[in-house]
């Protein structure tokens, strides 16, 4: 009588095994993980330019108006398909400070020559510092600068075009 209820013991197993995935499965996912940085200062940084054709970034640039702050890399897909929502938000006027992770200025040069280049100045983040220190989980994602160096608002991902209107609904706001 045991050694036949042991038998069942492995197909107990397995069934509570798949019933796990199964929940695991249909859980919806939290994916993105928001900035604890939001109504925070930015924290003190300065940045090399990425590359020759700009000058870095530093707190000291995020005075005076609200800006956008993009994380982006050119290794980044998601960075080629918002590019075009950044020339426009540029062509309204927005003034866009990027901070490039972990590239070579060689490549941002490529990047900005083929996709475009909607930034006043670009910051070289070689190892992450400032965008983990502005609670960034990834790129591209994209914040809202008050006029006093604020963080305001973050959008997480690339922006597309529907995001544009919200981008500049937040940079009113954050006047």
């Not at 995935?21 to 900035?35: H, I, N, P």
């Not at 003190?44 to 700009?54: Q, R, T, V």
Request: with cysteine; net charge negative; charged share 20%.
């Amino acid at each position: 009588m045991n050694n036949r209820l042991l038998l069942w013991v492995p197909l107990a197993l397995f069934a509570f095994i798949a019933d796990l995935a199964g929940y695991m499965l249909t859980q919806e996912k939290d994916q993105f993980v928001e900035s604890t940085m939001i109504g925070q200062p930015l924290p003190d940084f300065a940045l090399k330019p990425a590359f020759a054709g700009l000058p870095g970034a530093a707190k000291a640039d995020f005075t005076g108006k609200p800006r956008l702050l993009n994380i982006w890399a050119s290794w980044c897909l998601p960075c080629i398909a918002e590019a075009p929502q950044l020339e426009a938000l540029k062509a309204q006027g927005v003034e866009i400070v990027g901070i490039a992770i972990r590239d070579r200025p060689e490549d941002v040069a490529n990047f900005l020559a083929r996709h475009g280049n909607p930034y006043v100045r670009i910051g070289a983040d070689d190892i992450s510092e400032v965008q983990l220190a502005i609670g960034s989980s990834g790129v591209p994602e994209t914040f809202v600068i008050d006029a006093k160096g604020v963080i305001r608002y973050q959008h997480i991902g690339d922006i597309r075009p529907e995001h544009v209107k919200l981008l500049l609904a937040e940079l009113e706001k954050a006047k």
